[in-house]
């Protein structure tokens, strides 16, 4: 597997690739500079003429280039789903595996993939009961490339997306694991969309878990999601794991996706349960306790404080919380089970503990 570095012009790959990171150096977005929300983002792009890109992006893999597949998880958003397929078919550099892992929809999604897009890998669940982090380690276990796009089922990529983020993680060191990408959501505030850590190219604490390049070996040595998680801040919690591993994540603005699901916390009893519960035993599996304490001061603060810019832009699944809590019916009540929930998984959470000390590690506001 190709991860950047060092390489010896004795192998025609890595020559390729030396070639290669030679030819982004040239033209690599400058970082830190703001790029706005539009259809059509106006970005840096890589030079035409890098005839060493040219070469190394349209090598076949058998021939030198590294592998990605895409991994997505559908569930009843068959219209969604389409749409994905579609612009995943429309890369510039093309995936050399699609893999969908369907949680046994009940809109037709399954006959509608193996009818219209005969190249997708399809795996159809026996039932609807498991969850996203099972579901999603199935898809990534079948990936045999050397790279995976994490997807959600209601994205809709960049055309040139493949080619941005493999052509960006080759100019990176090995120790970088993760390539996590733009996301353009539906209610995005404006506090949000200002700030200056959204537009800007650098390490970060968590990745987006709707449109992440990650290398595939990482996921595998890290033990990819967490399952007891089920769904919803599985993200942060396999962060912390690939950073205690000594692997690092990048934010990477200029390749970018559309997202069909709002911004911020999804509202909803489950939604909500599942948040309070599994960012719980995240704090018990990788925080310190005098950081948990901490945590928990800012959350007070907030509450009586609107959000605004100083919140971190790395997380976003929790902001919020505190409107969910008051428009869910019997919101506290759901945070007490959650949280008493998450007490009861404690003795399995601290035998996998381990406080990551990792200078890119922050907690999810600051």
Not at 110 to 137: K, Q, W
Not at 187 to 197: A, I, K, R, S, T
Not at 213 to 237: K, P, Q, T
Not at 323 to 346: P, Y
Request: charged residues 25%; contains cysteine; glycine residues 6%.
């Amino acid at each position: 597997m190709s991860t950047g570095g060092t390489h010896s012009t004795a192998n025609p790959e890595r020559a390729l690739l030396h070639d290669l990171r030679e030819g982004l150096r040239r033209v690599r977005p400058t970082p830190g500079r703001a790029i706005g929300y539009t259809a059509a983002p106006d970005v840096e792009r890589f030079a035409a003429e890098d005839e060493a890109r040219e070469k190394w992006l349209n090598t076949d893999p058998a021939e030198g280039r590294s592998t990605v597949a895409a991994v997505m998880v559908s569930f009843n958003k068959k219209e969604w789903v389409e749409k994905n397929l579609q612009a995943l078919r429309r890369q510039t550099v093309p995936f050399d595996r699609i893999i969908v892992v369907d949680n046994d929809s009940q809109d037709g999604s399954p006959a509608m993939i193996r009818s219209e897009f005969p190249e997708v890998d399809l795996i159809v669940m026996p039932h609807s009961g498991y969850g996203a982090c099972e579901t999603f380690n199935i898809g990534f276990k079948n990936a045999d490339t050397d790279f995976i796009a994490i997807l959600d089922d209601d994205v809709q990529l960049c055309e040139d997306w493949v080619e941005l983020t493999l052509g960006r993680i080759v100019d990176e060191p090995p120790s970088t694991a993760m390539i996590s990408t733009r996301v353009v959501e539906p209610g995005m505030p404006e506090w949000f969309l200002n700030h200056p850590d959204v537009h800007q190219e650098r390490y970060m604490a968590t990745f987006r878990g709707c449109a992440t390049l990650a290398r595939r070996d990482v996921l595998e040595l890290c033990g990819y999601y967490d399952e007891a998680f089920f769904i919803y801040g599985n993200e942060r919690d396999l962060s912390a794991r690939v950073m205690n591993a000594g692997y690092r994540i990048l934010q990477y603005p200029t390749a970018w996706c559309h997202h069909g699901t709002p911004f911020g916390m999804k509202a909803g009893p489950r939604s909500l349960y599942y948040h309070v519960r599994n960012l719980w035993w995240y704090l018990f599996k990788h925080v310190a306790v005098w950081q948990i304490v901490y945590f928990f001061a800012l959350q007070v603060m907030h509450k009586f404080r609107p959000r605004n810019e100083q919140v971190r832009a790395d997380a976003v699944g929790t902001i919020g919380i505190f409107s969910v809590i008051r428009e869910t019916r019997g919101g506290w009540w759901i945070v007490l089970k959650a949280t008493g929930a998450a007490f009861w998984g404690l003795p399995r959470c601290w035998r996998q503990r381990r406080v990551c000390r990792h200078p890119d590690f922050a907690l999810p506001t600051k």
